[in-house]
């Protein structure tokens, strides 16, 4: 797989989302390894966890040192053996799974620590993907339209394959531009919608939502204190009092004052103007 260039090494990072539970997996993974771990600590398919599938995806579109992995500490004993090559600053340990919307927003602090002020890429680990040559390809083409217009925050869409209820949706919109009629601007976004919107939304060509996103790091951020402020302000209040050497007593302390908070719900289902889609196909 190609490998990014040295000349995007400074103004790229990401994000790895690995701190789901799995529950509703669990059955399958038990039936795999003999016991009932989160989903992107199990092999599938294959020999490589999702969580190795997803980071090798991610090693082709940003440098391996850019990147911090999320991850729920209470899953130390899957995730430390597959991320003994990261840094430890590079893992961010929730002491608790507190929805995708803090897991986001504690990937973005601590990115803001290690000085990544950059376009930050979003992954999820439990994602399979059939062709991940196009997918990169996809990768790539979001992050030169945030180059290209830096306010954007570019989200993947999947042409859908069955009016599926259970996942977010996007209603694509006009371009942002005569120049990148591959960027469409989001009309709506539906958040698990019932079964009849849901097939509403399929006849009518709506994509599927990834929660594979690319933006800059201050957009980001800005979404953040525009859409969840109170989330935002817990948050940068506790960070901005961690004494050296302290960050777990204080990252306990703030997750025990946090609600479970999602960052489809909280965030993208209020469809900010500056939210655009990338339509991904051909992928499985």
């Not at 990072?13 to 529950?23: K, S, Y």
């Not at 092999?43 to 911090?68: C, F, K, S, W, Y």
């Not at 209040?237 to 961690?242: C, L, Q, S, T």
Request: glycine share 6%; with cysteine; proline share 7%.
């Amino acid at each position: 797989m190609r490998q990014v260039k040295n000349s995007d090494q400074h103004s790229r990072a990401a994000i790895v989302l690995a701190r789901g539970d799995g529950a509703r997996l669990r059955s399958l993974t038990k039936f795999i390894s003999g016991s009932e771990i989160p989903k992107q600590y199990c092999p599938i398919l294959g020999d490589q966890t999702m969580l190795e599938e997803t980071l090798e995806r991610t090693n082709a579109a940003v440098p391996a040192e850019h990147t911090v992995v999320v991850v729920n500490r209470a899953h130390c004993r899957f995730y430390q053996p597959l991320l003994m090559g990261f840094a430890p600053r590079q893992v961010v340990e929730q002491p608790d799974n507190r929805g995708t919307a803090p897991a986001i927003l504690f990937g973005l602090h601590r990115l803001l620590e290690l000085g990544r002020e950059a376009t930050i890429a979003v992954f999820p680990s439990d994602h399979f993907v059939g062709n991940s040559e196009r997918f990169i390809r996809h990768v790539e083409m979001a992050f030169q339209a945030v180059d290209e217009f830096p306010q954007l925050c570019v989200l993947l869409g999947t042409t859908p394959n069955a009016p599926e209820p259970s996942y977010g949706w996007l209603e694509p919109g006009s371009r942002i531009s005569f120049t990148r009629p591959d960027i469409l601007r989001v009309r709506r976004f539906w958040e698990k919608p019932d079964q009849e919107t849901a097939t509403r939304l399929y006849r009518d060509g709506c994509l599927w939502h990834s929660l594979i996103l690319v933006a800059a790091l201050p957009v980001l951020h800005s979404r953040f204190a525009e859409c969840a402020p109170e989330l935002f302000c817990t948050f940068g209040a506790e960070m901005a009092a961690i004494a050296p050497g302290n960050e777990e007593a204080t990252a306990e302390r703030l997750y025990q004052r946090l609600d479970s908070t999602g960052f489809s719900e909280q965030i993208l289902s209020q469809c900010p103007s500056n939210l655009a889609v990338l339509r991904m196909d051909d992928l499985e």
